[in-house]
């Protein structure tokens, strides 16, 4: 299988629990990016890298979140101190320069 | 003002219409656009890209853009059951990165 690749596909969380996400981006793509989907609502862009550099982030994205793509290959999306209004399906997709963005299956959040 | 505006439906067709699908953008600067499938509980799925005014065909499906009016719409022919789902309409701003995406038109195709 050659798409992005994310996992878990589901987490079940405590309140107040951290938790990590982890994204295989589609190997030759050198852009990753994050998106949060609550249900009736399109993908809400969270933070992009290109290659290692993340270059952008959302003006909504809380100091809680934090993403990082070490080697410029995997990506992990780490929520601190989680809270209900994290629950959410978190997205992640991958493309080249300036080409269609391919989105991984999503890992589905419940902050209980 | 958002974005990307979608009406998000409910759209119902019978099965073997056309269904047509309409996009709205704000940003002037937008250069390229993007149809999406999202079948539910499932991530979404290009159907589409389209950079120029005119229209752009592939097998059944054809997006049209109008950068004057600021829209983007998307036609399914010989609409199937199969696809019934939500299509998200998406544009990236000139010097963008990242994809703005609009709530998304839930289709039903009605056997």
């Known amino acids: 299988d050659t798409g992005v690749s994310q996992d878990p596909r589901h987490k079940i969380t405590k309140r107040g629990q951290n938790v990590t996400f982890r994204c295989d981006p589609i190997?030759?793509?050198?852009?990753l990016y994050w998106y949060r989907q609550t249900l009736g609502q399109g993908p809400e862009f969270l933070t992009y890298?290109?290659?290692?550099?993340?270059?952008?982030k959302s003006r909504l994205l809380s100091d809680r979140f934090s993403a990082e793509r070490p080697k410029g290959s995997f990506s992990t999306l780490e929520i601190q101190r989680t809270e209900q209004g994290d629950s959410a399906m978190y997205l992640c997709?991958?493309?080249?320069?300036?080409?269609?963005?391919?989105f991984g299956n999503g890992t589905r959040l419940t902050v209980t | 003002q958002k974005e990307v505006e979608q009406n998000s439906g409910p759209l119902s067709v019978p099965e073997g219409a056309i269904a047509s699908l309409n996009c709205t953008y704000s940003?002037?600067?937008?250069?390229?656009f993007f149809w999406y499938r999202q079948y539910s509980g499932k991530s979404p799925e290009l159907i589409m890209s389209?950079?120029?005014?005119g229209d752009k065909e592939d097998g059944r499906f054809t997006a049209q853009l109008n950068k004057a009016s600021q829209y983007v719409s998307l036609l399914i022919r010989d609409s199937q059951p199969s696809d019934s789902a939500t299509y998200l309409c998406?544009?990236?701003?000139?010097?963008?990165?990242?994809?703005?995406f609009g709530t998304g038109t839930r289709l039903t195709v009605i056997p």
């Open positions: 997709a991958s493309s080249l320069t300036d080409s269609p963005l391919h």
């Open positions: 190997s030759e793509h050198n852009r």
């Open positions: 890298f290109q290659n290692e550099a993340q270059l952008e």
């Open positions: 940003d002037r600067g937008s250069q390229s």
């Open positions: 389209i950079y120029s005014n």
């Open positions: 998406a544009a990236r701003q000139t010097g963008a990165n990242n994809l703005f």
